[in-house]
T-cell receptor, first 112, second 112 residues
């Protein structure tokens, strides 16, 4: 089976812009989670989707949003980008929520 | 705040030696998972241990869990250069909270 894929892999944006990141889970996986990784804060949970429903959200401002489509693919959107949004954004999918997560390679976002 | 806290923050060992890292957490868990990350890439799942289990093995990896002390340890035996990576523990709470909470990680360097 193909692994979790994320696009784009690298992205450079300027403050105030918005960005959309995409994640395609492993075939058959209906749970998709997003994480932000920075040197200062480490790995932080953003949100988790299962069957197109957001079931949990981390402590991030409303500028961070996401959605999941009927084919389980997921997108996350960050509006009004700030310098502090520069990070590696990781997507993970799992067959059963709370079980083993399979991570994608991540999207590295740089906000200038 | 992060649920799991790894100790030590960094570890440097000689090839062939064993490496042990610990993870402490704060609240009751459903399961605890260990992941490895190489050079800022995506995370790779290593082992999942459930709250009713005390020890699990996978190849050269051994994980223990002590729920009374709210702690877990990961032992890598006969380390290799390829084991150089950051290792993270992640906890799934017993509640209906679907967040996977990661610790800050232990950076392991295996010297040839």
């Amino acid at each position: 089976k193909a692994g979790v894929t994320q696009t784009p892999r690298y992205l450079i944006k300027t403050r105030g812009q918005q960005v959309t990141l995409s994640c395609s889970p492993i075939s058959g996986h209906r749970s998709v989670s997003w994480y932000q990784q920075t040197p200062g804060q480490g790995l932080q949970f953003l949100f988790e989707y299962f069957s197109e429903t957001q079931r949990n959200k981390g402590n991030f401002p409303g500028r961070f949003s996401g959605r999941q489509f009927s084919n389980s693919r997921s997108e996350m959107n960050v509006s009004t980008l700030e310098l502090g949004d520069s990070a590696l954004y990781l997507c993970a999918s799992s067959l059963i929520p709370q079980e083993t997560q399979y991570f994608g390679p991540g999207t590295r976002l740089l906000v200038l | 705040s992060q649920q799991g806290e790894e100790d030590p923050q960094a570890l440097s060992i000689q090839e062939g030696e064993n490496a042990t890292m610990n993870c402490s957490y704060k609240t009751s868990i459903n399961n605890l998972q260990w992941y490895r990350q190489n050079s800022g890439r995506g995370l790779v799942h290593l082992i999942l241990i459930r709250s009713n289990e005390r020890e699990k093995h996978s190849g050269r990896l051994r994980v223990t869990l002590d729920t009374s002390k709210k702690s877990s340890s990961l032992l890598i035996t006969a380390s290799r250069a390829a084991d150089t990576a950051s290792y993270f523990c992640a906890t799934v709470p017993r509640s209906n909270d679907y967040k996977l909470s990661f610790g800050a990680g232990t950076t392991v360097t295996v010297r040839a």
